[in-house]
């Protein structure tokens, strides 16, 4: 579940909500990374190397393909705290690239395809822009070690 920690340089911690159409049967969950589709303009699961462009507010399963969520969008300043599916120590190091888990909710393992990449190490994992089409920052790892703990991200 990503949940919103910090908005760098906002007066506040509040975002602000939003109405979104969903794509229909869609499953989604309080804190769960969503992208609009290209070709539908409808609000999907993010996973994989997706950016994650809004975050979910309300549980809720569509019945129907436009049905409105409640959400809100993903700023480049918004830092979030969010759990690793997996955790390993020969996979999480400098130059690690990291996808967003299927379920949404949580990052996914290190693959060349990633959408983070750790640039240092000192007992916390910072990471920067390495492609344009990047999704998840780790800003720190909180001391993460092992599947379940968290870590700080930015999406943008």
């Excluded at 969903?22 to 070709?39: E, I, P, R, Y």
């Excluded at 409808?42 to 129907?64: H, Q, W």
């Excluded at 089409?133 to 943008?156: C, Q, Y």
Aim: charged share 15%.
């Amino acid at each position: 579940m990503f949940t919103l920690q910090k908005i760098e340089y906002g007066r506040t911690n509040i975002p602000e909500p939003c109405l979104m159409p969903a794509a229909n049967a869609q499953q989604v969950t309080v804190g769960m990374a969503l992208t609009m589709d290209a070709s539908t303009h409808l609000l999907k699961k993010a996973t994989g190397d997706c950016t994650a462009e809004y975050i979910a507010l309300e549980d809720k399963t569509t019945a129907s393909a436009g049905e409105k969520i409640l959400c809100y969008r993903v700023l480049p300043q918004m830092i979030f705290e969010v759990p690793l599916a997996a955790y390993s120590a020969s996979a999480h190091v400098v130059g690690a690239r990291i996808q967003l888990h299927t379920d949404g909710l949580r990052l996914g393992s290190a693959a060349a395809s990633g959408i983070a990449a750790t640039t240092s190490l000192s007992g916390s994992v910072y990471t920067t822009t390495v492609t344009q089409k990047l999704g998840a920052v780790i800003v720190d790892t909180l001391g993460a070690s092992a599947a379940g703990d968290k870590v700080l991200v930015r999406l943008a």
